[in-house]
């Protein structure tokens, strides 16, 4: 089946720009997760959707970084103003229950990588 | 604070050996364990898990391990292939936790020579 698909899967955009990373999930899970993954290095939390609920922010590195889940499915990534330092792989990713756990793991996209110039 | 990490960052095998891949964590609370393997260019790929109540779980070609005494997570890859050359992150489950319960580890190279 369609596993989880990330657009675009390049962006390049000049710094003080702003971009929107889109996320569409495995059809019928219900949490959904963004990463962030630098060059060579392990996965940063952003945020979590779980269903209904308020999202978990609490990795947000800033403000200019946002998102949002619209009728529980498809997400969207906006970074505004960009900078240099947000250069990096996004991942998304989903899982059948309202939290990852034992038999219903993260199924991950293969990312954007977005370079800032 | 508590976090998830490996003791080893690079690994080389030759193909046909078997490899091990460890991981330590440090949150007794912490009720599932994942381990993800990474391709170049590629998202997370789901291996395999394993619950705190077990302490050994079997795949195809690959076991893993939990030590929960000395908080210790392995993976084993039986008859290494080249295919098998990416990077493996472990992950920690913490029930209630904030970044939606998971926290990775920072990864092992694995590399394979033919």
């Known amino acids: 089946g369609a596993g989880v698909s990330q657009s675009p899967s390049n962006k390049v955009t000049e710094k003080g720009k702003d971009v929107e990373l889109r996320c569409d999930p495995i059809?019928?899970?219900?949490?959904l997760y963004w990463y962030r993954q630098s060059l060579g290095q392990g996965l940063e939390f952003l945020i979590y959707f779980q269903g209904n609920s308020a999202p978990d922010k609490s990795g947000l590195p800033s403000d200019r970084f946002s998102a949002e889940r619209t009728g529980g499915s498809v997400s969207t990534l906006t970074i505004q103003r960009t900078q240099q330092e947000d250069s990096a792989v996004y991942l998304c990713?989903?899982?059948?229950?309202?939290?990852?756990?034992?038999?219903?793991?993260?199924?991950f996209g293969n990312g954007t990588r977005l370079t800032v110039t | 604070g508590e976090s998830v990490g490996l003791h080893l960052p690079t690994l080389s095998v030759q193909e046909g050996d078997n490899s091990i891949i460890n991981c330590a964590y440090s949150?007794?609370?912490?009720?599932?364990f994942i381990w993800y393997k990474q391709e170049s260019g590629k998202g997370p790929q789901f291996i395999i898990d394993?619950?705190?109540?077990?302490d050994k779980r079997q795949g195809q070609r690959v076991t893993v391990l939990l030590n929960k005494t000395v908080k210790h997570l392995s993976l084993q890859i039986a008859a290494t292939q080249p295919g098998d050359s990416a990077v493996y992150f472990c992950a920690e489950n913490i029930s209630g936790g904030s970044q939606g319960n998971l926290i990775f580890g920072k990864g092992t190279k694995l590399s394979v020579k033919p």
């Open positions: 394993i619950r705190s109540n077990m």
């Open positions: 949150n007794s609370a912490s009720d599932y």
């Open positions: 059809s019928g899970h219900t949490a």
């Open positions: 990713a989903s899982s059948l229950v309202q939290q990852s756990s034992y038999n219903s793991p993260l199924h």
